[in-house]
Nanobody
Framework: QVQLVESGGGLVQAGGSLRLSCTAS????????MGWFRQAPGKEREFVSG????????QYADSVKGRFTISRGNAKNTVYLQMNSLNPEDTAVYYC???????????????????WGQGTQVTVSS
């Protein structure tokens, strides 16, 4: 069983920044591909960003490229999402997720991920 705990969400004005963190309970964290997803009211959960186990490969949704940066600290069992230039369309519940398949690629579909955090709310006011 892998537990994921997100933190760092909140209310921010358009143009502002937030940094999300997700800490995993598992010792094997360094072998997991990690992803961030988000879900706005009435919408499906969508891929935001993902990072390979080594951190050497990252992937972003087109809507966040150039504004969001994903990183990880395997010694701390933590993955981060730095979000800059936020706009109201970024408002959603953000989830981190772990892919335990030893994949060599960052996958973008929710079904590819085995464990999920409880989510953290990000609200961007205009």
């Amino acid at each position: 069983q892998v537990q994921l705990v997100e933190s760092g969400g909140g209310l921010v004005q358009a143009g502002g920044s937030l940094r999300l963190s997700c800490t995993a309970s598992a010792r094997a964290f360094s072998t997991y591909v990690m992803g961030w997803f988000r879900q706005a009211p009435g919408k499906e959960r969508e891929f935001v960003s993902g990072i390979s186990w080594s951190g050497g490969t990252t992937q972003y949704a087109d809507s966040v490229k150039g504004r969001f940066t994903i990183s990880r600290g395997n010694a701390k069992n933590t993955v981060y999402l730095q979000m800059n230039s936020l706009n109201p369309e970024d408002t959603a519940v953000y989830y981190c997720a772990a892919d335990l398949s030893y994949s060599t690629v960052v996958r973008t579909t929710p079904i590819s991920y085995n464990y999920w955090g409880q989510g953290t709310q990000v609200t961007v006011s205009s």
